[in-house]
Nanobody, 125 residues
């Protein structure tokens, strides 16, 4: 069964840092690009960052480029999101998902629907 567990969120002041983790089941994680998405209240879910299976390729939303860093540990089926220089507009629930990147655009896998509970990130001004 597909399972994703996100953690590491919290309340932080603007300019602060957080590190998110996503623990995935082997089937979900294995040989897939993994990505982080976020959803703010009243807004649609949006792409944040992605990392290829080998970790050799990373992709970022223009909104987080230069501030966030995605990485993965294939031994422990975990993907991370290091978030620095946080802004109030980064406030959202953050989710991870197996994904695919096509022409520099990243989407959840078409057959994926088992989103985790997400982790809340709140940045105060």
């Amino acid at each position: 069964q597909v399972q994703l567990v996100e953690s590491g969120g919290g309340l932080v002041q603007a300019g602060g840092s957080l590190r998110l983790s996503c623990a995935a089941s082997g089937r979900t994680f294995s040989r897939n690009t993994m990505a982080w998405y976020r959803q703010a209240p009243g807004k649609e879910r949006e792409f944040v960052a992605a990392v290829s299976w080998t970790g050799s390729s990373t992709y970022y939303s223009d909104r987080v480029k230069g501030r966030f860093a995605i990485s993965r540990d294939n031994t422990n089926n975990t993907v991370y999101l290091q978030m620095n220089s946080l802004k109030p507009e980064d406030t959202a629930v953050y989710y991870c998902a197996p994904s695919v990147t096509i022409r520099s655009m990243t989407f959840p896998l078409p057959d994926f629907s088992s989103w985790g509970q997400g982790t809340q990130v709140t940045v105060s001004s």
